[in-house]
Nanobody
Framework: QARLAESGGGLVQAGGSLRLSCLTS????????MGWFRQVPGKEREFVAG????????NYVDSVKGRFTISRDNAKNTVYLQMNSLKPEDTAVYYCNRIATMIGQIYEYDPWGRGTQVTVSS
C-alpha cells in the first residue's frame, strides 16, 4: 500500500524559509512525476509544484515561482519543497503525491498523507 509522510512544516514569520519533505513508501514512486499541493479550510486542494521522475523537469504555479524549489532524491524515496520568502498567503496544509501530468493532474484513487501545516505570520 502506498504511503506518503509529509514533514517539515511549522510556524515562521513572513520572509522566512521552510523545507518540507515527503517520504514515500509501499510503492515505487521513482518512476512517476511528483507534486506538492496545499489546502486551506473551505477551499479545494491547490497544485503548487511538480517535478519529473528524474528531477530534471519542474513546474510551479505563478504565485510561488522564484520562491519555492521542488526537488527529489529517488535513492531516499523523498521529495522536497524548499520554500523561501514565505508570505502569509502561503499558510496551508501541504501535501505531496504522484502526479499524472506536470500541471498537477492527480490519479483519482491515490491515497493522500496527513500533510504538514505551514503557518506564516505577518
Amino acid at each position: 500500500q502506498a504511503r506518503l509522510a509529509e514533514s517539515g512544516g511549522g510556524l515562521v514569520q513572513a520572509g522566512g524559509s521552510l523545507r518540507l519533505s515527503c517520504l514515500t513508501s509501499g510503492r515505487t514512486f521513482s518512476g512517476y512525476p511528483m507534486g506538492w499541493f496545499r489546502q486551506v479550510p473551505g477551499k479545494e486542494r491547490e497544485f503548487v509544484a511538480g517535478v519529473g521522475w528524474s528531477g530534471g523537469t519542474t513546474n510551479y504555479v505563478d504565485s510561488v515561482k522564484g520562491r519555492f524549489t521542488i526537488s527529489r532524491d529517488n535513492a531516499k524515496n523523498t521529495v522536497y519543497l524548499q520554500m523561501n520568502s514565505l508570505k502569509p498567503e502561503d499558510t496551508a496544509v501541504y501535501y505531496c503525491n504522484r502526479i499524472a501530468t506536470m500541471i498537477g493532474q492527480i490519479y483519482e484513487y491515490d491515497p493522500w498523507g496527513r500533510g504538514t501545516q505551514v503557518t506564516v505570520s505577518s
